[in-house]
């Protein structure tokens, strides 16, 4: 930025961007008008829109009036810093879901039983929105859940036949491969499955493929209400 870009201006509303927490924005702002020092960190935006996290101290200089004249900043980038805390954070995600699913085995006694306490356990144990499992018939080019754990009002129930057709993840699932969709309302065009988890309030889901002597047999299905849950425990798709 030049100097007569930001002369007379907040920073916080300069630099802010897309996933600027608003919640740091306000204690900066309710710092200020307490005229207190504080540290905190803020993910910040190039004038370009390159995303950079930085760590604030900032203290204010008061006028013999108890006004302020300015303030000291010291501040530090910690964008890798970040990037490595994101990479453990997926990490501990990933141990969390295998020992979810180990602890369930163990304690089942039955195909069915492993199945619905699995998903049960997962959806209970990282707090999501909805955890499913699906059946493909590729003969007729349908769908059915063999196993949910979901809210009450989810379309989604065991036992009913979908159509293929309004699964989107199966083109994607078809290359036995995850397929990740880190945020529905980006999407310019739902797909039916698409469109009922968003009147459910789900925001991102992750689908991972269920594979028998190297075919598609179904998918796991990870849904969350927000855009960033669990945005590292799977890679590709949108």
């Excluded at 018939?137 to 009913?160: A, E, R």
């Excluded at 459910?200 to 299905?221: K, R, T």
């Amino acid at each position: 930025f030049t100097l007569s870009e930001v002369k007379g201006k907040d920073p916080t509303e300069i630099l802010r961007g897309p996933d600027t927490d608003p919640e740091t924005i306000e204690l900066i702002k309710d710092r200020k008008e307490r005229k207190v020092s504080f540290h905190t960190d803020i993910l910040n935006y190039h004038k370009f829109g390159q995303p950079v996290w930085l760590s604030l101290n900032v203290t204010p200089i008061l006028d013999k009036n108890g006004d302020i004249e300015q303030y000291i900043n010291i501040g530090a980038e910690i964008s890798e810093q970040k990037r490595h805390e994101e990479k453990l954070k997926a990490v501990a995600d990933r141990l969390k879901l295998v020992n979810a699913v180990d602890q369930v085995i163990i304690s089942a006694t039955s195909f069915t039983e492993t199945i619905d306490f699995t998903i049960k356990k997962l959806y209970e144990l990282l707090d999501i929105s909805r955890v499913s499992m699906v059946i493909f018939n590729f003969d007729d080019d349908t769908l059915t859940p063999f196993s949910v754990s979901s809210n009450p009002d989810s379309v989604l129930k065991k036992g009913i036949v979908l159509p293929m057709s309004d699964f989107h993840g199966v083109v994607y699932l078809k290359k036995l491969k995850n397929y990740l969709v880190h945020d529905l309302s980006k999407k310019t065009k739902l797909s039916g499955s698409d469109a009922e988890l968003v009147k459910e309030g789900i925001n991102s889901y992750l689908l991972v493929p269920l594979i028998a002597n190297n075919e598609l047999m179904g998918s796991v299905n990870i849904c969350s209400d927000t855009n960033g849950n669990i945005s590292t425990l799977g890679r590709g798709g949108s």
